[in-house]
């Protein structure tokens, strides 16, 4: 068994820019942590409605008026927020987008990196390859947690996990 699976060290989370490559030393997530990307998913389905909203009150003319009052659509929304759960279908949704496994990787480095940004997250996971390696590190250090299978090979013989396969579970 890997030692950080029993002392819970950090383990080394490689992540690939245009000209470099970045190494980040990543942590189990703690209750804390699965709480907080639960809250995280959460303010997604907010944001997802309220940026959706916006662009159809924006693109509306006097020929296609706006048929929604915003303050009731977000209500409704606010609603549907709360029964999204990484625990469920949607919540996992949310969590396999490249928005989503940045979320994941800025989480699993914060302790030990405590600079790090989540903006620049969502700038490194633009790569596909650091999505997977997010996932990839996130079933070494979660196992109970996360059901990821490294099966395919991309570029130089680099195992990475196929999309359809690829699955991040809490719980």
């Not at 699965?34 to 995280?40: A, G, R, T």
């Not at 693109?59 to 759960?85: C, H, R, W």
């Not at 633009?126 to 059901?147: G, V």
Request: aromatic letters at 8%.
């Amino acid at each position: 068994m890997k030692s950080h699976l029993l002392t819970a060290a950090p383990c080394p989370l490689v992540i690939q820019t245009n000209d470099e490559e970045i190494e980040f030393l990543a942590s189990p997530l703690s209750d804390r942590d699965w709480d907080s990307l639960d809250l995280w998913v959460q303010s997604q389905v907010v944001s997802i409605t309220r940026a959706s909203l916006k662009f159809a009150m924006d693109e509306a003319t006097e020929e296609d008026p706006v048929d929604f009052i915003y303050e009731e659509e977000m209500q409704i929304a606010n609603k549907a927020a709360l029964g999204v759960s990484i625990y469920e279908p949607a919540g996992i949704q949310i969590l396999n987008t490249p928005r989503g496994a940045a979320r994941l990787g800025w989480l699993m480095t914060i302790k030990n990196h405590p600079d790090t940004k989540f903006v620049d997250w969502i700038r490194y996971c633009r790569k596909i390859e650091n999505n997977y390696e997010i996932r990839s590190t996130l079933a070494k250090l979660n196992p109970q947690n996360a059901n990821v299978e490294a099966d395919v090979t991309v570029g130089n013989d680099e195992a990475v996990t196929s999309l359809e396969s690829q699955t991040v579970t809490a719980g």
